[in-house]
């Protein structure tokens, strides 16, 4: 399996400000880059770290059994993180790391079917045990839905020519892989584009967030962890496209700033009070780009709960 990198992973762990004896939620375990970074440091706490993928959580064992126990792998989907949590007594916790980049090997092993670069029968599942799959998508959505996934979640400009050009090759027969979908993708792109730059990522991207519903899962989790924090809890996000980035910068707009009706009055009761403060946003540095050309759109916002 290739390496996994953590992105921003210094900057994260530092902004956690973690206590040894702090309870921790990691809501993106995959290969325990983050994960074993928090696990290391703390000594009578609890970690509780959050994947969907069984080969990922396998691995991961392996790794933080060697640090210590002090911790515990839950097989959902982080949409669930509140429940969860409850379930095994726990309603606050110090602090919350969300990394919502593709794993590195996810990205690397073909038959995931998440890469345009290797062949693989269209998958792009987090959960090999959902329903939906890229196949489903491609092959049975309509024109205005296919172009409008391709316009909302991937923000490519050709998507109605894209989707027209996916209609009509399914009309011979099923579009069965990835690769036959990136040559269909780049047959209904103008020569220039496909020269700029790969004219299938946005399209992937598009298609893997409406497999996984990532956009509504990330918004209820959000706003679940923001709830989750303890008073002076810590809440560290990193994301790689703008969608993301929008879904987050806009919940803690919303949860840092006093309720419209209220601002500007002398006495303001304590629920419409900001109940997060902002501390920072940070981009990967010239070293961390150098070593890991995929962090280049990565984006932490931390946030502190008042």
Do not use: W
Not at 290 to 304: K, Q, Y
Request: hydrophobic residues 35%.
């Amino acid at each position: 399996m290739n390496k996994h990198y953590s992105v921003l992973l210094n900057e994260s762990i530092e902004n956690l400000n973690i206590k040894e004896d702090g309870i921790y939620v990691d809501c993106t375990l995959g290969y325990a880059g983050h994960s074993s970074q928090i696990l290391k440091r703390i000594t009578r706490g609890c970690l509780f770290a959050f994947d969907q993928d069984g080969e990922a959580i396998e691995y991961s064992k392996e790794i933080l059994g060697q640090i210590n126990d002090n911790y515990e792998i839950i097989k959902s989907n982080f949409v669930n993180i509140k429940s969860e949590l409850n379930k095994r007594g726990i309603d606050k916790v110090d602090g919350i790391l969300f990394d919502l980049g593709v794993s590195s090997p996810q990205l690397d092993e073909a038959e995931r079917g998440f890469s345009f670069h290797n062949d693989a029968k269209l998958d792009m599942r987090m959960d090999r045990e959902s329903k939906l799959t890229a196949y489903d998508v491609v092959n049975n959505y309509s024109l205005n839905d296919l172009t409008k996934i391709f316009y909302e979640y991937g923000e490519e400009k050709y998507s109605k020519s894209i989707a027209t050009g996916i209609i009509k090759a399914r009309e011979i027969k099923p579009i069965e892989t990835t690769m036959e979908l990136v040559s269909i993708i780049q047959n209904n792109v103008p020569e220039r584009y496909r020269r700029e730059h790969h004219p299938a990522r946005k399209v992937f991207q598009a298609i893997r967030i409406e497999v996984n519903d990532e956009l509504n899962v990330f918004t209820k989790a959000l706003t679940d962890s923001i709830d989750l924090l303890s008073t002076g809890g810590r809440l560290c996000v990193i994301t790689f496209h703008s969608l993301e980035d929008r879904i987050c910068k806009n919940i803690f707009k919303e949860y840092s700033e006093v309720d419209k009706l209220y601002k500007g009055l002398p006495f303001i009761p304590d629920e419409y009070k900001p109940k997060i403060k902002l501390i920072g946003k940070y981009k990967p540095s010239k070293e961390e780009l150098t070593e890991n050309n995929r962090s280049r759109s990565a984006i932490l916002r931390v946030i502190e709960k008042l």
